[in-house]
Nanobody, 120 residues
Framework: VQLQASGGGSVQAGDSLRLSCAAS????????VGWFRQAPGKEREFVAA????????RYTNSVKDRFTVSRDNGKNTAYLQMNSLKPEDTAVYYC??????????????WGQGTLVTVSS
């Protein structure tokens, strides 16, 4: 499965963005999807994940109640809806497929990142 993240951009604090993770290949629906981000000078961190069937989700505490992860297996695409964005959300965002884990080690297939910049 090849992944391509898109939808990043430059926004003001309080704005919203929706990231997409488009997958090629038939195996997309077999795997959980995780979203991670990496800010300049920082390690990559877990943001959110969704199970293969979309039934369960998990989030890091800093984005709960602001971000929503979803997927449409018919379109081979996962989404990360980001609301009430804050400057500290500025990072390159990555999607990955693998297990329903909150750590990068749980994913073995990564897409390229998309940059989100939030200004105050």
């Amino acid at each position: 499965v090849q992944l391509q993240a898109s939808g990043g951009g430059s926004v003001q604090a309080g704005d919203s963005l929706r990231l997409s993770c488009a997958a090629s290949g038939r195996a997309f629906s077999d795997y959980a999807v995780g979203w991670f981000r990496q800010a300049p000078g920082k390690e990559r961190e877990f943001v959110a994940a969704i199970t293969w069937n979309g039934v369960s989700t998990r989030y890091t505490n800093s984005v709960k109640d602001r971000f929503t992860v979803s997927r449409d297996n018919g379109k081979n695409t996962a989404y990360l809806q980001m609301n009430s964005l804050k400057p500290e959300d500025t990072a390159v965002y990555y999607c990955a497929t693998g297990g329903f884990a909150a750590a990068a080690a749980g994913y073995n297939n990564w897409g390229q990142g998309t940059l989100v910049t939030v200004s105050s």
